[in-house]
C-alpha cells in the first residue's frame, strides 16, 4: 500500500519539476502581440489616440479594448497595417482624433518671439525642445515626431508646424500599398 503512494508522490514531484523547468524556460515577457503592434504605430507619443503614448495604445489593442482606427499621426496606413496584423476588417480613421498629416512635420520656434515660459518643453512627449527658463527654445528636429503638442501651450505662439524637409538623410521609400490598393488603382 505505501509502495503506490511513494510512486505516485515521486511522479507528482518530477511533473511537477518539468513544469517549473517549463515555467521558467519558456516564459513569454510582455504580450508578443502587444510588441508587434507598438512596432507598427508611429512613436509620436502623443496621445492623440487617448492613451498615454504608443505602447499603451498598443497594450489596449492587444487586449480588445482599443479600435485600431485612434492614430491619426500613422493614417490609414497604419489602420490598414494593424488590420492586416490582427486579421480584422480596416475602419477608417477616427476623425474625433484628428487627422493624419498630409507630410512630415515637425515644431519650428521663432526664435526672435520665444518668451522662454518652458511650457512647450513641459508639453513635448519626447524632450525634443532644447531651452530654459527665459532663454529662448529650439526643436531639436530629429527628435521631433511632428505631434504639435507644443503649439497649443505657448502664450506667444512662437511654434509653427511646417514640412520636413526631405533630404537624403531623411528620404525613405514609401511603404508599399496592400493588395485591394493595388487593384483599384490597376
Do not use: S
Amino acid at each position: 500500500m505505501l509502495t503506490p503512494i511513494l510512486a505516485l508522490t515521486a511522479l507528482a514531484l518530477i511533473a511537477g519539476a518539468l513544469l517549473g523547468f517549463a515555467a521558467v524556460r519558456f516564459r513569454v515577457e510582455g504580450n508578443p502581440i502587444a510588441d508587434q503592434v507598438d512596432a507598427v504605430l508611429p512613436q509620436t507619443q502623443c496621445g492623440q489616440c487617448g492613451f498615454g503614448g504608443c505602447r499603451p495604445y498598443a497594450e489596449a489593442i492587444a487586449a480588445g479594448e482599443a479600435e485600431i482606427n485612434r492614430c491619426p499621426p500613422g493614417g490609414q496606413d497604419t489602420v490598414q497595417t494593424l488590420a492586416d496584423l490582427l486579421g480584422v476588417e480596416p475602419l477608417p480613421l477616427d476623425e474625433e482624433r484628428g487627422e493624419a498629416p498630409h507630410t512630415p512635420q515637425v515644431a519650428w520656434v521663432d526664435e526672435a518671439v520665444c518668451i522662454g515660459c518652458t511650457r512647450c518643453i513641459q508639453a513635448c512627449p519626447v524632450d525634443a525642445i532644447l531651452g530654459a527658463a527665459k532663454q529662448m527654445h529650439t526643436v531639436l528636429k530629429g527628435e521631433c515626431t511632428g505631434c504639435g503638442l507644443c503649439v497649443d501651450p505657448c502664450p506667444v505662439d512662437c511654434i509653427h508646424m511646417v514640412p520636413v524637409d526631405l533630404d537624403l538623410a531623411e528620404w525613405h521609400w514609401p511603404l508599399p500599398q496592400n493588395d485591394t490598393a493595388r487593384r483599384e488603382v490597376a
